[in-house]
């Protein structure tokens, strides 16, 4: 765990989810915490130095650029863990890959062009294992992703449930050339200076494309508003600010009461990410939400209110315990 002072708190759970998109946004920052740009820029880049904050960027959302994505997980002897985490990190398609606490004990999630590029990745990494014992998990309703820890403790335990998604009829965007160019630099660490923005334009002037941070500005904050973009913030190593234990809670909901219940498991503060997903012959859970905690107690005591708020049976926790990969994808690399 890193120390973190009262300005670095405020300005870290500022920027998770809403690094302000202008021409000077430590400016921004600072009349929102009320700082100076200077103080706040010190701030990101010490936090960055310590390895609080991985990057600040957008993560894009792959159905949004053409892409389809999943989350697998393979059930693998224990002795087998670490070659078979090395193989399966060795895509660049998987952006996270994680230990849990279960017989399907490695998971991590694959994003390709196409669902039968997915398909072909997990038949190479069971004919290379020798294990076809594989769940593919793709979303079919997005209740919440929110990576957005409160450091300042000043939200409230729940909030509003955002819209209901369905990832599998979500309309792809055509991007020009100017704009997939942009996009690959988006996907980078921003630029560490006050002017990221201009710093972002001027490169791509220097790729040849006729443009200027107004329009780099303007484009980044339409594909924020248009949920192209997911979320334009701090990625950040939680362990680092407390946070040290997350569970992914499993449920099984009955298919009738999925709209129901997956809006109230969203509305906590502590969940992350809310899905339902397939279930399959060998895993009847269908609901998913990530929970995290600066204990296992934390994370068993938010399951135990969701319980309450639901009336759902105790789901599986199953606690992350070593993270093996974990990036973001590189859209239009090719």
Not at 55 to 79: K, M, N, Q, W
Not at 197 to 216: G, I, N, P, S, Y
Not at 254 to 261: G, Y
Not at 273 to 297: D, F, I, K, L, V
Request: with cysteine; glycine share 6%; charged share 30%.
């Amino acid at each position: 765990m890193t120390e973190l002072n009262e300005l670095d708190k405020q300005v870290l759970t500022e920027i998770q989810a809403n690094f302000p998109v202008v021409p000077k946004p430590y400016t921004t920052l600072a009349g929102r915490v009320e700082s100076t740009e200077a103080e706040v820029h010190a701030s990101v880049l010490g936090m960055k130095r310590d390895g609080v904050i991985r990057r600040i960027g957008a993560i894009f959302d792959s159905h949004r650029l053409g892409y389809r994505s999943t989350l697998c997980a393979i059930a693998v002897p224990p002795e087998r863990v670490d070659e078979a985490a090395a193989l399966i990190g060795c895509y660049p398609n998987v952006t996270h890959n994680y230990l849990r606490e279960d017989r399907y004990n490695i998971w991590f999630t694959l994003i390709a062009e196409s669902e039968a590029r997915i398909e072909e990745i997990l038949a190479e990494i069971a004919d290379t294992t020798g294990i076809d014992d594989i769940l593919n998990l793709p979303a079919i309703r997005l209740f919440k992703i929110r990576v957005d820890f409160d450091l300042t403790g000043s939200r409230e335990g729940r909030g509003d449930a955002p819209p209901i998604i369905k990832p599998a009829e979500t309309e792809a965007v055509t991007l020009s050339a100017d704009e997939r160019a942009l996009a690959r630099l988006l996907q980078d660490d921003l630029p560490e200076t006050l002017t990221p923005f201009a710093d972002l334009a001027a490169r791509l002037t220097d790729q040849d494309h006729d443009v200027d941070e107004e329009w780099v500005i303007e484009r980044t904050a339409a594909w924020v508003e248009a949920g192209v973009i997911r979320r334009f913030g701090a990625a950040i190593k939680h362990h680092k600010t407390g946070f040290a234990a997350n569970a992914m809670g499993v449920w099984t909901v009955p298919e009738e009461r999925i709209e129901e219940v997956g809006p109230i498991m969203a509305s906590f503060k502590e969940v992350s990410h809310c899905y339902q997903r397939p279930s399959a012959p060998t895993w009847p859970a269908n609901m998913y939400t990530m929970m995290h905690g600066r204990t296992r107690e934390e994370c068993e005591d938010i399951a135990r209110r969701i319980r309450e708020a639901t009336g759902l049976p105790e789901p599986r926790l199953l606690y992350s315990v070593k993270e093996f990969k974990k990036t973001s994808m590189r859209y239009f690399s090719g």
